[in-house]
């Protein structure tokens, strides 16, 4: 079945960077438009960045543009999220999905990954 794992969460301050990676098994992962989106306490799924199956085309929202850069690894079935100049608002857990932008917001999950954006 398919299975999600994502990691490299964690408490970091403002300003900082974290990278999340997302290895991914039980589907043909390379095939798959990939993405990644997140929630805040208290508020609902919010959709963060999109990549194509051919890893050519991404998006992301305006929120993290400029700041976020999605990529994958299609031999290591890994997609990843680096994330720069985190502001507390960036505070979620974070989750990678199957799909391109709000169809992914119904797509399976996995367990998640905490960051939190503090001083």
């Known amino acids: 079945q398919v299975q999600l794992v994502e990691s490299g969460g964690g408490l970091v301050r403002p300003g900082g960077s974290l990278r999340l990676s997302c290895l991914a098994s039980g589907f043909a992962f390379r095939h798959y438009d990939m993405s990644w989106v997140r929630q805040a306490p208290g508020k609902g799924l919010e959709w963060v960045s999109s990549i194509g199956s051919s890893g050519g085309e991404t998006d992301y929202a305006d929120s993290v543009k400029t700041r976020f850069t999605i990529s994958r690894d299609d031999a290591k079935n890994t997609l990843y999220l680096q994330m720069n100049a985190l502001v507390p608002e960036d505070t979620a857990m974070y989750y990678c999905?199957?799909?391109?932008?709000?169809?992914?917001?119904?797509?399976?999950r996995g367990q998640g990954t905490q960051v939190t954006v503090s001083s």
């Open positions: 999905a199957k799909y391109w932008g709000r169809r992914a917001l119904t797509s399976e």
